[in-house]
């Protein structure tokens, strides 16, 4: 659907940047409140796959590989429309005219669905532990991911004002900021692997080793895949493959909503971009946060590989 050619169904000038609203005590942009019933009523069904991340950890990343597998490794195929269409973000509000809400996109949407989401574990809509539904979850290390987080924020009106960096550092670290805090998401998701069907995934092994963690994907996903297709994932994954392509950057959006002059949606896609932004002190006390919040619980994130 090209956005830019409908303009009687998007108001760019009617478009206003966010608020933090806390539903349950998570931060969420305030368009969500409104839509709160209709997404836990969300009517998930057993052969649902759900992609779940903390914002920024690499979800498009994820999405696509497992685009990619269901569609043998045919690039053609998943291309036929921009990631954010083939996969509903459940809980996004109808905010983007003429695009519905994830949940009735979703609703639309005939079964094998990959869905996508970046609700911490406790407020998933029930249905998805109801039907016993597979996920996936990517856990990015705190000190990309919180960079990433705050160059979004430059681009997307969708999200509130960031503030400066130092400011929305002290925010991420006190949870104060869209999706709430990244040292629970991680560490209730970790743990709700021991009593689901999760896959549990570290965006620093896929930057690593991708074709052993793209395996690992296929197979939880109950799929062998021979070596060429296996290669042709790897290939049209790859940072450099997503960040050219229009059905994965993100370039079908308006600039009105997400502004890629200021910053590109493929922005470094490494592991340790944080060192560029960190003061020395800044990572002792994330350092420290870190080690104090994920304590006793098995989490072990690399900031370098
Ligand atoms: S979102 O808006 O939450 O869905 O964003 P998300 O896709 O989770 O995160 C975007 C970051 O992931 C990087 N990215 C990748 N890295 C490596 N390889 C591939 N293929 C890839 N695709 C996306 C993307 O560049 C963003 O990270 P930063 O650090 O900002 O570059």
Redesign the pocket.
Known sequence: MDLESRPGDFDPMSFKRATLEEIEGVPFPHDLQKHWDLLQGFKARPDDLLIC?Y???????I??IVDMIQHGGDLEKCNHSPIYERMPFIEMPPVIKPLPSGVEQADKMPSPRIL?S?LPVQLLPPSFWEQKCKIIY?A?NAK?NV??YY??HHI?KLMPEPGNWDEFLENFIAGKIAWGSWFDHVRYWWEAKDRHPILYLF?ED??EDPAKEIQKVAQFMGLELPQSVLNQIVQH???D???ANPM?NYSTLPSSILDQSVS???????VG?WKEHFTVAQSEQLDDVCARLLQGSGLNFRTQL
Do not use: E, L
């Open positions: 991340t914002p920024k950890a690499g979800t498009t990343w999405q696509q996508k970046h990517v990015r990309d960079v990433s160059y979004f997307s965006y896929m930057k994954t790859r940072f493959s997503m960040k994965t590109p949606f493929m922005r470094k896609g490494i971009n």
